[in-house]
């Protein structure tokens, strides 16, 4: 099992998205790990709690593609990808990514 988080001293060395595609690059010694996510076109929205009732918050992506790959050094150890992967992007990426 990789573990990559900022206290194992983890980087993320990319992120990036543009309105289709969402790729992360996380780096941890000499391993690297890469995300890449492609939305999906069939969407249905999920509820969730509100100050009084359900409402919809989030769309969901049951149809996404996503690929990953597990570099060490030169070496690819896994490459893996999925065409029925659930994907949902909240909040506003430009503010989420802008310091990344």
Known sequence: MYRF???RNSKIIKATFNYKKFLIVVKRK???LKIESTI???CSTLYAP???DMVPKVDEYLDSNVSIQLIEGENILI???CSNAA???IGNMKVLLKDL
Do not use: F, H, Q
């Open 5 to 7: 988080a900022p206290y």
């Open 30 to 32: 000499n391993l690297t």
């Open 40 to 42: 999906g076109e069939m």
């Open 50 to 52: 509100d100050k009084k």
């Open 79 to 81: 490459r893996d990808k």
């Open 87 to 89: 994907l949902e992007i």
